[in-house]
């Protein structure tokens, strides 16, 4: 059984920092596309960020930009993502994605035009004023 497991999440106060994992138990992960996603209360889940299977190219949402990484390590079949200058309005569950899908287009990872194969149960993450 597939399975994404998130870590990292947590409170911090905002302009600071936190670097959420994700450990995924797929043999073949490296054949899978990473996204990160996530739902704030009251509101639906959002695209933050993907990268491809390779690692080369990622893709952001505007309003992260700038801000958060998004990076993988192959030979540890994890994903990560490196949040800086943290604001009360990143206040989520972060959740991982794992898509069998390789593409070259911001609509591919947004989730818009494929779904994503695997989730995680998400993480937490506060950011207080």
């Known amino acids: 059984q597939v399975q994404l497991v998130e870590s990292g999440g947590g409170l911090v106060q905002a302009g600071g920092s936190l670097r959420l994992s994700c450990a995924a138990s797929l043999q073949t992960f490296g054949l899978y596309a990473m996204g990160w996603f996530r739902q704030a209360p009251g509101k639906g889940r959002e695209f933050v960020a993907a990268i491809n299977w390779t690692g080369y190219t990622s893709y952001y949402v505007d309003f992260v930009k700038g801000r958060f990484t998004i990076s993988r390590d192959n030979a540890k079949n994890t994903a990560y993502l490196q949040m800086n200058s943290l604001k009360p309005e990143d206040t989520a569950v972060y959740y991982c994605?794992?898509?069998?899908?390789?593409?070259?287009?911001?609509?591919?990872?947004?989730?818009?035009?494929?779904?994503?194969?695997?989730w995680g149960q998400g993480t937490q993450v506060t950011v207080a004023s």
């Open positions: 994605a794992a898509g069998r899908f390789a593409c070259s287009s911001y609509e591919c990872y947004d989730g818009s035009s494929y779904e994503y194969d695997y």
